[in-house]
Every structure is written in C-alpha cells, then in structure tokens.
C-alpha cells in the first residue's frame, strides 16, 4: 500500500465511517512517511480533539497491559469506543517486543468498538512522541472517544510519550518498598491519578500510604491526586478507577486546564515541525556542492573548528532559505 | 564556578598541563550549559584528534564495569594515560544510577593517570551523544590517549553514543542462549570485537562458537571482527583484548577508515550545531509578537492545521533569519 493522496482520500472516508481496516492503515502510513503523515493529518485535523487521551504508566512488572485491559473492557461496556496504542520498548539487541503478554489483548482486538496498536521504540528516537501523536489523530478522528497510550516508564522517550496524556495514571505494586521515595524525582508530579495495583498482596497498604504520604509532602499542586487500590486480575477498584479516571477529566474541562494542555502540545507540534523542515532545508544546503565535504575537511586539519563552520554554512544559508520557503 | 570566558581561559591552560580537577570543572561546563561548551570547544578544538577512542558495550550483566576496569589497569601498566566515560541509564523513577557497582572503579579514580567520569543519560535525550563527544574532546586534549565509553547497550540513545568510538567491543556472556541469533539486528554490526566475558562459565564455548558462527554468516565484512574469550574478575584473557584493541586502531589507520570515521563524526556535529542555531531562531522568530500564541488557538479551532502554521512562520522567518545570521 504506498497509494497517492487520492487513495488516502478514500481511506480517511472509510476510516471516518469507521472502518478499522483503514484506520489501521493510516497508522501505518503515518509511521513510515513524513510526507504521507502531513498529507493525512492535515486532512484529519478538523475531525480531531474529541477523544480523552488516557496514558498508563508504571515500572516493569506492574501489571499494566492487565489493567489497561480490564479499563477498556469497562469503558467498552458503558457504550464507548476505545483505542490503546501500547508503546513497546523495543531493545536494540532483539529488535522485538519484550512484551509477550500483550497477546492476551487478542481477544479485545476483536471487538469491533476496539482498536488496538503496538508502536515500538525503535526508529523513532527523538521521534516516537511525534508519530505517537499522529497516531493519535487518527484514532480521534476515527471516532474512539477514549485513547490509552500505555508504556513502560523507563526511558526519556516514554515518559515524553506519556505526557501527550490528558490524564496520566501511574501504576504501583506493593514491593517497590524503600524504592517508592526514589520514584519521587521527575515522575511523581506527572501522575493525575496512583493506582496500587496488585492490592491483595501483601504490603499493598503501606505502599499505599507511602504513595499518599509523598503526596502529602509534594507542595504546588492544584489538584491533590487520588491514589486507588486494584487488583485487575480479579477485576477489583476498576470501577472506582474508570470513575477517577472520567472524573478528572471534569477537573481539566472544568478548571480550563485541558484546553492549555492542548494547546501547549499544539505549540510544541508547530516547533518540532519548523525544525523538522528547517532541518531538511540545512541538509539540502550543505549537500550542494560538497559545501560540507571541504569543510569536515578543514576541521579535522585543525584549521577550523565546527562551530565557525556552522556559522559560515549558517549564513550562506540565507539566500537558500528564501528560494526553499 | 560559573565564570567568563577569561577563567574558562585559564581553567583549560590548566588542564592542558595535565590538570584532573580543571579537566572535570570544563566537562561539567560543557555538559550544563551549549554556550560555555561553544566558547571551551572553541579553544581546545586544536588539541584533539590523539585518542583512541573505546567503546564497551554489551547486555546488563555482561560484567562491562569489571572488564573496563581490568582494560584501564593494563594500559596504564603501558604507560598510557586512560579515561572512561561512564554513561548511567538513569531511570526516571530513580533519578540515580543503576550501576552501583561503578564504586569499584574508585581506587583507579585516584591514579593521576586515570580519569573517571559518570555521565547519567537523564536530560540528555536527543543530546546525549553530543555532550559525550563534547566531553571526550576536553579528554582528548588533557592528553589522555585511551578514552574507553562504557555503556549498557539498551536504548537507541546508549548505541549512538557508542558509534563514536573508533572501536567497539561487544560484551556478551554464556548464558544469552536462545538470545544470541536475536542479537543479530541492529547491533552485531557494530562490533569490531567480540568478548566472551565470564568464559569459565559454564556454556562460554558454545556461545563463543555462535558468535562466531553469526559472523561467519554476516556478509559485507571488511573485516572479521575476533571473538576473545575473557573471565575480566580473575584477569585472564585480558592481555589478548588489549592487544585486538591495538590491532583495530592499526587497521583503521592503515585502511585509511579512521579518517573516514572521524570526517563522518564531524560532519553530524556540524549538521546538529547548524540545527540547534536553527532551533534557536525559530522559537525566537515565533515568540517574538506572540506569533505563535495566536496560531495555536486557530489550530484549537481546527481554522487551520499545524502544517499550514508552520508554512506560514517559516516564510516569516526569511526576514528574520537573515537578521540573525
């Protein structure tokens, strides 16, 4: 399927339709072609911005894919239509998922008000957040009004992933013990809502309560987040989480608070697409003529060191510039 | 010390004359801020090009900090003198390093000969490589001629950084099993030597014979990388690594890919500098006037998409770039 605008055209009805098929394809495209990605989500954009974007994140092992499960198949039976994009961190030494149980979805993948999506890591570095978000657009526009974007949280790239969330759950396991004050740093003020999973384990009320404690101590927050016990694999606290879930979803309607989310995300998409472009325009500029091959030349004869060539390459840029624009 | 360009002067006489505590002062200078980086790298650009640079890589496990250990004790035994750059996968939730075992390299960090530095990979990503390359600059011209990079090879952002060095040693185990022919992808042509760590380990043949077998399979080789077998905690095999180490630097020398491999580094830190200036410039351009405020809210009214936002500021950047240039 590599296809011109004008199948893309088609797709995007059908996709707006609801047909999962072409959904699936457009994902597809997007992830593997800039040029096609501007070509669809520039015709998307307007059905785009109903969708509750829901990130799910926790350490390894903390039974996310269980409970990211269990909330689609209680959002599913409220009548929604739910997506999960599932971000694999895909190790460079196996080039696979390292997520076997991802499997278990298999059967939510057949319902037809579910749509699911594994985007690994790889190839995208400095760039997953990017496709992610187009991701994203499509699966707004498509009509599935609640959007899980579940990831592992190691890893820079993954919590930037993350952070395109309206709301973002932190997932816990009793056991993290004397780790819990480490988890404090960088990642504590990001969650909306802490959810304890594997609450029948032993320990589950101390983490608990560490949780809240540190959340207690955490100073400049406008909104103190709730910390819910579940058990997913016994279905249990589901569907007080789905209810905090939905709930904070008011706060950020009520208290303004999504629309500057969004448009913050918005003004940081225009960035990252001005340097996207501004990029290629370099790249084309400095190809021309072998202007970089004589000068790398320089540099590594000592005569010049890499920023006064950038800053000659820089200016003879100028007049290119202004053709490529 | 946060200092103008006169002690930044005088900080790099110093470690020019071999001085540990101003080389680390200038590394931190580099590592916090580009443009005390721009006006150091600037000044010591002439200095470098000497050192051979080393990168270790391999699964977590494989044993690397030993190994490096053992390999920095042997060259300084030469009369060399060693650096390594330790890079951390500093995890979000912990905000520390997973690698606590880095502390056993401590007796070595007192040797005037050695010089040690842990570089987290936390608030580097998309620059991580860059401020390695940055660092190992100021190493390069304090004189030390073996700068080893050791990091686990997990992430994109940890091999990038290992594709600086000149050579690369791919650490692995017995143990990988099944695992080795997934180890293919990605990152088996990388290496330019192989390590069987922990070769007294029960099963090091046959995973000595599977490497060497993969890469009897790998077509395109200039050359065949050896595979050497090592147990790094009792120093034995280590005098045979040292010795492939030198013999790639010759052959890299002698075929002349050495300068291929420096002109190709240099040529992607000119791209990244001439990107990051660019970078500059647009989010100035945009900020200017509130530029970009206005458009972010037609792009929340779906007036307009994001694509024809970003066209219509970079066509307003024209001015506005020859200005700054």
Redesign the interface.
């Known amino acids: 399927m590599d296809g011109d605008l004008m199948s893309y055209s088609q797709l995007i009805e059908k996709m707006l339709a609801g047909d999962k098929r072409s959904c699936a394809k457009l994902i597809t495209a997007v992830e593997n072609d800039p040029e096609k990605a501007?070509k669809i989500?520039?015709e998307i954009?307007?059905y785009?911005?109903k969708a509750h974007i829901i990130g799910i994140t926790g350490?390894p092992g903390a039974g996310k894919s269980t409970l990211t499960d269990k909330i689609v198949k209680k959002l599913i039976s409220q009548g929604n239509k739910v997506a999960v994009i599932a971000v694999d961190p895909t190790?460079?030494?196996?080039?696979?998922s390292i997520l076997g149980d991802r499997i278990r979805m298999q059967d939510l993948a057949l319902n037809p008000d579910v749509f699911i999506r594994s985007m690994g890591?790889?190839?995208y570095?400095?760039g997953l957040s990017k496709y992610t978000k187009n991701a994203l657009k499509i699966l707004d526009a498509a009509g599935y009004n609640h959007i899980i974007i579940e990831t592992v949280?190691?890893?820079?790239?993954e919590?930037?992933v993350v952070k395109i969330a309206d709301t973002i759950v932190m997932v816990m396991v009793p056991g993290l013990g004397d780790?819990i004050q480490?988890?404090?740093?960088?990642?504590m003020e990001i969650g909306d809502i802490f959810v304890i999973n594997k609450s029948d384990l032993f320990g589950a009320d101390r983490t608990a309560l560490e949780v809240n404690m540190m959340l207690d101590l955490t100073m400049e927050m406008d909104r103190r987040p709730p910390v819910v016990k579940v058990t997913a694999v016994k279905n249990e606290g589901i569907d007080d989480l789905v209810n905090e879930i939905k709930e904070h979803l008011n706060y950020l309607k009520e208290s303004r608070k999504l629309?500057e989310r969004?448009?913050a995300n918005?003004?940081l998409?225009?960035?990252e697409?001005?340097?996207e472009?501004?990029?290629k325009i370099?790249?084309s500029h400095?190809d021309s003529e072998n202007k970089?091959?004589d000068?790398?030349?320089e540099?590594?004869n000592?005569n010049k060191?890499?920023?006064?060539?950038?800053?000659k390459?820089?200016?003879g840029?100028?007049t290119h510039?202004?053709e490529s624009?």
Do not use: C, F, W
């Open positions: 501007e989500i520039r954009h307007q785009t911005g350490p190790s460079p030494y196996s080039g696979g890591t790889r190839g570095l400095g949280g190691v890893g820079q790239s919590v930037d780790d480490s988890i404090k740093a960088g990642i629309e969004r448009k918005i003004k998409e225009v960035l697409l001005m340097e472009q501004l990029r370099a790249i400095t970089l091959e000068e790398v030349i540099i590594l000592k060191n890499a920023y006064e060539v950038r800053d390459l820089l200016k840029m100028g510039l202004r624009l």
